[in-house]
T-cell receptor, first 114, second 112 residues
Framework: NAGVTQTPKFQVLKTGQSMTLQCAQDMNHNSMYWYRQDPGMGLRLIYYSASEGTTDKGEVPNGYNVSRLNKREFSLRLESAAPSQTSVYFC?????????????FGNGTRLTVT | EDQVTQSPEALRLQEGESSSLNCSYTVSGLRGLFWYRQDPGKGPEFLFTLYSAGEEKEKERLKATLTKKESFLHITAPKPEDSATYLCAVLLTNQAGTALIFGKGTTLSVSS
């Protein structure tokens, strides 16, 4: 039972490079989320998708784009990476259509932007 | 401003030494509170949801309680495998809509 799978696990980018973080869930959940986790701060929501075909901005969306490819997959794209985007990125899913249901997290992508 | 504060930031216990972690909040429109456990290099893992003051949930050595201003995660007779970072998250509704705000976490170390 894989749950939420994120790829890659680690990535180093140079300033200005682009990349896409991939996320897939096998729990048939409606909602999917992207969070970032920085030292000394709580998890912060970047974007979420309450259902297939919809996406909405979270607390810190600037510099990111997302795509809900289908019910299983939700990708996060950095078009022009900046050092401030160095972080650990977590994808999560939940069975409900909002943030009121417990979240199931992947194991994260550790991104360093130099 | 809606805020969630966890204390202490770090806690060291001996095996079998019971203690409590605190999650206090100043929010309007509280709809629920979640506790998660996070192991190093892993994503958070859901533990409990509490919806109203007075509610309690238990799982093995952990018991979560909720009042109108704070939640406690009580750890009874902890074992080294309980070592992890514990996160609380508050679900609220404000003028901007519904939001989930995470605390910074308490890192628990249990030594044998």
């Amino acid at each position: 039972n894989a749950g939420v799978t994120q790829t890659p696990k680690f990535q180093v980018l140079k300033t200005g490079q682009s990349m896409t973080l991939q996320c897939a869930q096998d729990m048939n959940h409606n909602s999917m989320y992207w969070y970032r986790q920085d030292p000394g701060m709580g998890l912060r929501l970047i974007y979420y998708s309450a259902s297939e075909g919809t996406t909405d901005k979270g607390e810190v969306p600037n510099g990111y784009n997302v795509s809900r490819l289908n019910k299983r997959e939700f990708s996060l794209r950095l078009e022009s990476a900046a050092p401030s985007q160095t972080s650990v990125y977590f994808c999560a899913s939940s069975s409900g259509t909002g943030v009121g249901s417990p979240l199931h997290f992947g194991n994260g992508t550790r991104l360093t932007v130099t | 401003e809606d805020q969630v504060t966890q204390s202490p930031e770090a806690l060291r216990l001996q095996e079998g030494e019971s203690s409590s972690l605190n999650c206090s909040y100043t929010v309007s429109g509280l709809r629920g509170l979640f506790w998660y456990r996070q192991d190093p290099g892993k994503g958070p893992e859901f533990l409990f949801t509490l919806y109203s003051a007075g509610e309690e949930k238990e799982k093995e050595r952990l018991k979560a309680t909720l009042t109108k201003k704070e939640s406690f995660l009580h750890i009874t007779a902890p074992k080294p495998e309980d070592s992890a970072t514990y996160l609380c998250a508050v679900l609220l509704t404000n003028q901007a809509g519904t939001a989930l705000i995470f605390g910074k976490g308490t890192t628990l170390s249990v030594s044998s």
